[in-house]
């Protein structure tokens, strides 16, 4: 096994771990409102960074994953072009309160070398 194929194998065993992992139940919905429920990394925070590169309290969210878990379930992820498609596309887990939140997905950053989907999300309006 190659080590970029460990490292596939390694943060699927990490991501989607509920249990002893980092993983967290995820659901995807396409703005043509097919479904998908997947598991992987779910963060939400209250710190960034302003304009001036100061430290200011607001909020982060986003989500990773791996893409295999949405095309194995015939979720649309990439469009004509071949390229990650998921903006507009809405993601709901239960937070650290308990609370299940839906986000808008904002910003997609494709890593094709492990299949992993870094998602940059935005309150749903």
């Not at 943060?11 to 097919?34: C, E, K």
């Amino acid at each position: 096994m190659s080590l970029v194929d460990q490292a596939k194998a390694d943060w699927q065993q990490i991501t989607t771990d509920t249990v002893n992992g980092f993983g967290t139940a995820i659901t995807l919905t396409s703005p043509t409102a097919v479904v998908a429920e997947i598991v992987g990394l779910a963060t939400k925070h209250h710190i960034g960074i302003d304009d001036d590169g100061n430290v200011v309290n607001t909020k982060n969210a986003h989500i990773s994953f791996s893409e295999k878990q949405l095309t194995d379930q015939s979720y649309p992820v990439r469009d004509a072009d071949g390229e990650v498609a998921l903006y507009n596309h809405q993601a709901t887990w239960i937070d650290s309160t308990g609370a299940s939140i839906t986000y808008v997905i904002r910003e997609m950053f494709p890593d094709e070398t492990i299949g992993v989907i870094l998602c940059i999300l935005g309150d749903l309006e």
